[in-house]
């Protein structure tokens, strides 16, 4: 079955950091271009950041400079790393696969996690 | 970036009736790179269309889209009990992707 399982969520006081993980099966990480979303309280969605499969990444400005994606082929599982964190990080973390398109383009996201919650509050 | 303006912010309607939503982008988007999601209270969104006009895998046939340039349209024909939720807009033309602040279908 391919599914995406994110982890790593948790309360942390303002300018701490933070981890999430996002464990694929059913396909390879590497081979797919894979995203960060996150929504916050009653709020809509927000797209974070993305790691394509060639390995490079972008970010929305409201967290650049402070999280980074990464990925374990070996663990066929990537990343967010969160440094300076700030209330406005509080929202549910989603992990979201592009579909895969045989030209490597951009897709829609077809499969996602079920989420993890960060809670940034002192 | 892209911004994406959905209307109306919510809409009610009753099961059975026709529901339009609208999405508009602040510039030209291709066709092939905008999506829609359906989310439910306490789940992760659900891919319903992609490509603007395209039904993902499972998603039935009361589902359409329609749209290019800056303005696109959801419609359900005929509206079931479970289909009450929230829908956003996706573009995923440029890297840093974007979505609509949503809209909220409500059962009137």
């Known amino acids: 079955e391919v599914q995406l399982v994110e982890s790593g969520g948790g309360l942390i006081q303002p300018g701490g950091s933070l981890r999430l993980s996002c464990a694929a099966s059913?396909?390879?990480?590497?081979?797919?271009?894979l995203n960060w979303v996150r929504q916050g309280p009653g709020k809509g969605l927000e797209w974070v950041s993305i790691?394509?499969?060639?390995?490079?990444?972008y970010y929305a400005d409201s967290v650049k400079g402070r999280f980074t994606i990464s990925r374990d082929n070996s663990k066929n599982t990537v990343f967010l790393h969160m440094n300076s964190l700030r209330a406005e990080d509080t929202a549910v973390y989603y992990c979201?696969?592009?579909?895969?398109?045989?030209?490597?383009?951009?897709?829609?996201?077809?499969?996602w996690g079920q989420g993890t919650m960060v809670s940034v509050s002192s | 970036e892209i911004v994406l303006t959905q209307s109306p912010g919510t809409l009610s309607l009753s099961p059975g009736e026709r529901a339009t939503l609208s999405c508009r982008a602040s510039?030209?988007?291709?066709?092939?790179?905008l999506a829609w999601y359906q989310q439910k209270p306490g789940q992760a969104p659900r891919l319903l269309i992609y490509g603007a006009s395209s039904r993902a895998t499972g998603i039935p046939d009361r589902f359409s889209g329609s749209g290019s340039g800056t303005d696109f349209t959801l419609t359900i024909s005929r509206l079931e009990p479970e289909d009450f939720a929230v829908y956003y807009c996706h573009q995923y033309v440029y890297s840093a992707r974007t979505f609509g602040q949503g809209t909220k279908l409500e059962i009137k």
């Open positions: 979201a696969r592009d579909a895969p398109r045989r030209d490597g383009y951009n897709e829609a996201f077809d499969i």
């Open positions: 059913g396909f390879t990480v590497s081979r797919n271009h």
């Open positions: 790691i394509y499969s060639g390995g490079t990444t």
């Open positions: 510039q030209s988007i291709s066709s092939s790179y």
